[in-house]
Structures are given as structure tokens and as C-alpha cells.
């Protein structure tokens, strides 16, 4: 893994790149509001030996976001081989909260990824035609870039933000002994309140933040089970709360992973109550969009695979949508395809309006920059770009499934004025 990276929203930042690799790449980061010649996208290509130096101010609320490559049709092996890494970003707001924030004590993250090896140990990255279908996946988890990962607490309550960093797998992560958790961010930021749960469901590109109480003073297991995306219903604390989600069935495994084992150290006591409130969001209210947009993922299940986004797929030289700066918009994003995609958009958090004409379930009710659309669903998701108009560099929109992703389910937007 990268390293861990921390900034404060506001703070003016420059991030030196180098490759010292012998290919081009990229590094995108994801879920970060920022101009599209910052943004690590594809047309943001750094040759071997080259230096990228994007600079951009901090804009997006505090969370939990991350970096990684988004090389043109190389996503998939440069993720897998380790392209990747955590961004906390930090804010007032979210810091005047009584919620646990001393990084690698009581507040750490978790990016968690699955990996095949070679008897050498080295990675064994499958680019066979299964591979390309259903997404790169491995029989060892990874967390942190580590396999058996323990943690000692220190505190009676630990914060954990989770992120999907895997490729292609769906996770619901929950605790080995049912011992519940209060769910308290989403992608883009902190939900209005804690919401009580003992289970979640993440897809690639995913995180959430929960809060776990500790103060029985006994040893805990965080556990993830490789949930299936074929055919799954439900919304990230719907799924995993109401059990509607399907365990991979000859797709991948069926596995159940250890994430963490969290062993009781000397504690510093602080209690397990938590804020009734976190932030105060504005409702979702579609009255204020003045256009809509429709994007439909298909996939061909023979030999050519025709991975598509409204029936085409990707191409660096087409645009595919202009959309102008500062005006609200729907976008209604529909699966025509038999297995569930994670769908991801660039330089905005968004609100999800509804499933299938349904309010999404209270975890999805927060900042989102990649939804879950499940096979034969239709999600509405509410969003506004409001600033960094260019009429040129494009920013992307794409499935998370990361070979997905590169075999062409992707397509390009600019923000116009």
C-alpha cells in the first residue's frame, strides 16, 4: 500500500507524483472535488520517470477517501499490484464532535483488498475471460496491505473507516460474536446520526465509518463475508441489515474473511455514548433539478464481452456529456445487466434519491460518490458541479469493478459554463 495521507479541507495542497515504474499510469483521487487536470484521470498519464505535479484545494467535507491508478485499460493489474492508498481529510465540523479521531489509536482505517499468490509469494494477477467478466478476485485478504491484521485498543470506543479497496469483491463486514455498531459516515462524509447496525455491505470503492464500543473488555473479530453482486437487492445498510444479500455461489468463492482481531489493551476510559446528531444535511429534493440524464450498463456475457454505458464503450476521444456548472441535475442510472455494478462518478458527492422510485435505506441517505446498482434496478442520484468549468479535459464516470472499467464500461463528461 501507499502511504497513509492526511490533509484539512481548505488547506492548499501540491502532490508530487514519480513513477519509477516501466509503464505509464495514473493516480486518481477519488471522491475529491477538484479540477479535471488534477483529477489522475486517464488523460492524466504519467510516463516512466516523469513527475505529475497536480495542485488543488481541499473542498469536500471530512471522510475517509484514497488514491489509486486509473491508467487507460490498466486500472485493474496497477490497483492489484498495490497502486493504491488512504486519504483522511479533516474539518472543524466534524473534529467540535465527541467521536474518536487520534489517528492509530482509537480512529485507524481499514482497506481492505483480496489477492491471489504465487508459491513465491508474489501476486498472481488472472487476466482470463472469467477475470474480465466478473472482476480480478483473490483467496487472501488483505488489510492494510497485511494478512492477519491485529489491533490492541486503547480506548472503550475505536473508530474504523472501512474502505472496499478489492477490485471486484462485495463485502459485509459485521463482528464474529453479533456484537452491533453505530454506522456514522458514508463515502463523502458523516451521515446526520449515528445509525444503530450489525452488519454492512460495501462494493468496490465503498467505505463507511463505524464506531464500535469496546468497554466489555473483550477481544473482538471483525469479519467480512464475500457477498455476491449477482442479482442482489437492497442499499448499503439495507443489505446488510436485512440479510437480502447474496453469498457469492461458484462466483468467486462463498469466503468468509478475518478482517481484524481488536485485543483489549489498558483503556482509557471514554464512555460509549455518541452525538444524536453528527452534521445537518439538506434534504435530497428532486424539485430543484432542471434536467435529467439517463446512463444504462449492460454487459455481453459471450466470448467479446461488450462491457457499455448506453451503448457505447469507452473512447479517450468522445464526450459524452456536457454539463453545465452549478445547475442541479438527476441522474438515473439503470442495470440492464444480470450482476450488480458499483457506479462511480468524479469530482462530486452526491445524494441518491431513490431505488426503483424507493427511498434509499438510512446509510445511503448521506455524501455518496459510488452507488451500488443491482441487476434490473434503477437508481436516481441527485448532483451539482459547482465549480472548475473546462470545456476540454473531461472528468469520468464508470463502473468501480475495475476490469469493468477497463474493458469499456466507462464514459466522459466535461463541466461547461
Known amino acids: 500500500m501507499g502511504p497513509t495521507l492526511e490533509m484539512r479541507r481548505g488547506d492548499k495542497v501540491r502532490m508530487n507524483v514519480r513513477s519509477e515504474l516501466v509503464e505509464i499510469a495514473t493516480l486518481h483521487w477519488h471522491g475529491f472535488h477538484l479540477p479535471a487536470a488534477a483529477d489522475g484521470g486517464p488523460h492524466q498519464p504519467v ?22 491508478s486509473h491508467a487507460h485499460q490498466r486500472a485493474g493489474p496497477q490497483v492489484y499490484a498495490g497502486l493504491a492508498g488512504a486519504i483522511y481529510v479533516r474539518d ?16 485507524i482505517p481499514l482497506v481492505v483488498q483480496d489477492r491471489a499468490f504465487s508459491s513465491d509469494g508474489s501476486f498472481v494477477y488472472s487476466a482470463s ?14 488489510v492494510n496491505g497485511t494478512v492477519d491484521s ?37 463515502d463523502g462524509g458523516l451521515l446526520e446520526r449515528p445509525l444503530h447496525s450489525k452488519s454492512v455491505l460495501l462494493a468496490p470503492g465503498e467505505r463507511a465509518q463505524i464506531v464500535v464500543d469496546l468497554s466489555d473488555g473483550r477481544a473482538a473479530e471483525l469479519r467480512a463475508r464475500s457477498a455476491g453482486n449477482m442479482g442482489m437487492g437492497g442499499g448499503m445498510m439495507g443489505r446488510g441489515m436485512m440479510g437480502r444479500e447474496r453469498l457469492d455461489g461458484g462466483m468467486g468463492g462463498g469466503s468468509d474473511f478475518g478482517v481484524l482481531d481488536i485485543l483489549p489493551g489498558i483503556s482509557r476510559r471514554r ?9 445537518s444535511l439538506p434534504a435530497a429534493d428532486a424539485s430543484v433539478a432542471v434536467r ?3 446512463f444504462v450498463l449492460d454487459m455481453g456475457m459471450g466470448m467479446m464481452g461488450g462491457f457499455t454505458i448506453n451503448g457505447k464503450s469507452m473512447d479517450m476521444q468522445r464526450i459524452d456529456e456536457r454539463v453545465p456548472m452549478n445547475e442541479w441535475e438527476i441522474w438515473q442510472i439503470e442495470n440492464a445487466s444480470m450482476m450488480a455494478h458499483p457506479f462511480h462518478i468524479h469530482d462530486v458527492q452526491f445524494r441518491i434519491l431513490d431505488r426503483d422510485g424507493k427511498p434509499p435505506p438510512a446509510g445511503e441517505q448521506g455524501l455518496k460518490d459510488t452507488v451500488v446498482v443491482n441487476s434490473r434496478e434503477s437508481v436516481r442520484l441527485l448532483l451539482r458541479f459547482e465549480d472548475y468549468a473546462d470545456p476540454d479535459l473531461p472528468y469520468m464516470y464508470h463502473c468501480h469493478i475495475l476490469e469493468h472499467e477497463d474493458a469499456g464500461m466507462m464514459g466522459q463528461f466535461v463541466v461547461t459554463r
Open 292 to 294: 435529467q440524464r439517463r
Open 150 to 186: 491485529v489491533f490492541e485498543a486503547a480506548s472503550d470506543r475505536l473508530r474504523l473507516r472501512v474502505l472496499n479497496g478489492s477490485n471486484a469483491r462485495f463485502y459485509s463486514f459485521s463482528f464474529s460474536d453479533a456484537r452491533s455498531f453505530h454506522l456514522i459516515a458514508s
Open 92 to 107: 472543524d465540523e466534524s473534529e467540535r464532535l465527541d467521536l474518536p479521531n487520534e489517528y492509530g489509536v482509537d480512529d
Open 47 to 68: 510516463a516512466p520517470g516523469e513527475t505529475w505535479s497536480p495542485a488543488f484545494e481541499v473542498r469536500q467535507r471530512a471522510s475517509l477517501f484514497w488514491y489509486h
Open 129 to 142: 475471460m472469467h477475470s474480465r467478466m466478473m472482476g480480478a478476485r483473490g483467496d487472501t485478504l488483505l
Open 271 to 279: 464512555g460509549a455514548s455518541l452525538p444524536r446528531q453528527l452534521v
